[in-house]
């Protein structure tokens, strides 16, 4: 078998985005080194704009798996994934009204912080360890599976491009912080952008046009209408991208903490806002280029004949044999999608670095060890990013051995998780069993990866069984588009009927700022008799607050030491307390 190779130049490019990735990144560690804080590490010091952090929330999980798996997708199935793009319009304003004002008003840190001003410690290092354990997981997979496409599709040394990867992302981020990841991601944004246009252009031009693919497209039938089937075992249907989607783009834009320390890394609240919207036409743009790419490449191979090496290809080397066989004759353009690739893994395993760097300190070391000096918390934080950089590179090494893999409070975490881990792996079970995948035109047997991780390569799951499933295999056929609102469910059910049997709160007075007035904002327009009625409507009110965790978090106002000072903070709801106290009052954001 014949493998296609890089040239000079191709290689002169990918290593042009390295040196670069590494460069930006350690000009923001040596700029003004010595007078850095852990503020300025974890938070770039709270001062980033509303560009750089938008184009940073966009490249965080724009992962090389998904530049692979999007246009793969929609080659087998046809564009009824691009509605997934309806989910980003409810998925991106919630975050930006109801999820920022209330993360960045707070003053947090760390996501989970939230956790503990409205429920308890336990609950905090709870989602922590969670969040630590998906995370590390979840980069071994980043990291291993598109260095394994490449070697399968190159012949690049495999370890080289994995060590070559973890290395140059652990050293920026432990050095750089969060400032360097922001702008490394800016400039890796532009590389996937360029990567992923090239593709488009050079493969539309081949086949005679864009209005030429289109029409191919259409008589193959791979030009989807709207799919209303409401069955959620379906699992690709406009409800299913455009609802269940919104719940995964929650997971993702609301409270992943990768996410959120961008949002409170912005110099304010406007700014935060800003930034969660301008990721909207971006995914649009982002989304709209995968699903042309899987375009192309069908009508190109309906002129083309295809390879060996592409015909056998498993479903995450797909793209890459097409883009080495389209961009053969012209070196350099093979060598910018490949750093168009790792862009997307230097992008995701930088932001986890830090992210998980930012955690383990502020939920896990410092709650115990306050009195850590500046010097001796800035140095223990880039150990900690160096740490789960090799964390994470031991990972890989254990993705490879893996094989193919898919995708109260606390009692209610719990739930979800026991809930998240049945389903999907009574999935994988089922599927390995039972399924095959669709074979596309051309006589390709185009089958399931046989040795490489693909746990974040959702689109890539089959949607054909032998039989129809029964009993559990039927809810192991859940469409993993609602897999984030099956899990929320059962947080939210298991939760609220532990606290109902358990008490509750017991008397204990809820933290000011922890709770957002949905129903007020929702019925804001109906007149005020009704809304009196509905129990929704604006007033004042006096809330006790906990000096211990307050001082230095409300942004809003200061708190009084005695009754006779009122001090106007946060939105909210709550009951007649005793001193000290807030005046909570209803504001427009």
């Known amino acids: 078998m014949v493998m296609s190779t890089f040239s000079v130049v191709d290689y002169v490019v990918f290593i042009l985005l390295l040196v670069l990735s590494l460069a930006i990144g350690l000009y923001h560690a040596f700029r003004g080194w010595g007078r850095h804080t852990v503020g300025q590490l974890l938070m ?14 966009l490249a965080t999980f724009q992962s090389a798996v998904a530049i692979l798996g999007v246009p793969a997708e929609i080659y087998r199935f046809g564009t009824q994934y691009w509605f997934l793009g309806c989910s980003y319009f409810l998925g991106l304003l919630i975050p930006a009204h109801v999820f920022i ?40 997979v980043v990291l291993y599976a598109p260095s394994l496409a490449l070697n399968a599709v190159t012949g690049f040394d495999l370890w080289l491009s994995v060590l070559t990867l973890g290395i140059v992302c652990t050293v920026y981020t432990a050095l750089g912080g969060l400032k360097a990841v922001i702008w490394t991601d800016v400039f890796q944004t ?5 990567g992923q246009l090239a593709v488009i252009i050079v493969g539309s031009t081949k086949v005679g046009g864009l209005g030429h693919v289109w029409a191919v497209a259409s008589e193959h039938d791979r030009i989807s209408g709207i799919e209303l089937d409401p069955d959620p075992f ?41 930034s969660c919207y301008a990721v909207f036409p971006c995914q649009q743009v982002v989304l709209g280029m995968g699903c042309l790419i899987g375009l192309v490449m069908f009508a190109y191979y309906q002129k083309y004949t295809m390879s060996t090496q592409q015909s056998q290809a498993s479903a995450d080397q797909f793209v890459l044999y097409f883009v080495m066989d389209l961009l053969k004759d012209l070196p350099g353009l093979p060598g910018l999608f490949v750093a168009c690739l790792f862009s997307g893994s230097l992008s995701t395993i930088s932001s986890a670095f830090n992210s998980l760097a930012t955690v383990t300190m502020e939920d896990l070391i410092r709650p115990w060890f306050p009195e850590f000096t500046e010097a001796r918390a800035i140095m223990l934080s880039r150990s900690l990013a160096f740490g789960y950089g090799l964390l994470c590179l031991g990972m890989a090494y254990i993705s490879s051995q ?22 999907g792996i009574g999935s994988i079970v089922t599927s390995m069993g039972s399924s095959i995948a669709a074979s596309p035109p051309n006589g390709s047997s185009f089958s399931l990866p046989s040795n490489l991780t693909t746990a974040t390569v959702t689109t890539l799951m089959p949607s054909t069984t032998l039989s129809k499933p029964t009993g559990l295999q039927r809810l192991y056929s859940l469409s993993y588009m609602w897999y984030s609102a099956h899990n929320s469910t059962t947080v939210i059910v298991v939760g609220l009927t532990i606290s109902l049997l358990t008490g509750g709160m017991r008397g204990r007075p809820l933290k000011p700022g922890t709770i957002y007035p949905v129903l007020p904002r929702l019925l804001a327009l109906l007149p005020l008799s009704c809304q009196k009625r509905l129990c929704c409507r604006s007033y004042s ?36 307390g005793s001193s000290p106290t807030f005046i909570l009052q209803e504001t427009s954001l």
């Open 101 to 140: 004002p209330i993360f960045y008003r707070l003053h947090l840190t760390s996501a989970y912080e939230y956790l503990e001003l409205r429920f308890n410690k336990t609950v905090r290092v709870c989602g922590t360890m969670t969040f630590i354990f998906q995370m590390v997981i979840y980069m071994g």
């Open 234 to 274: 379906v699992r690709h249907t406009f409800w299913t991208l455009a609802f269940g989607g919104v719940f995964m783009m929650l997971s993702l834009y609301g409270v992943n903490q990768a996410q959120v320390q961008r949002y409170l890394s912005s110099r304010t609240e406007k700014a935060a806002v800003l």
């Open 402 to 423: 893996m094989g193919p893999v898919l995708q109260g409070a606390i009692v209610g975490l719990l739930a979800g998780l026991i809930m998240a881990f049945w389903i």
């Open 541 to 576: 009110q006096d809330l006790p607050v906990d000096t211990d965790l307050f001082p230095e978090k409300m942004a809003n106002g200061v708190l009084s030491d005695s009754k006779d000072k009122e001090v106007v903070a946060l939105d909210g709801w709550a009951q007649q």
């Open 44 to 57: 770039a010091d709270r001062k980033m704009g509303c560009l750089p952090v938008a184009l940073s929330l």
């Open 190 to 194: 532009l590389v996937m952008f360029l």
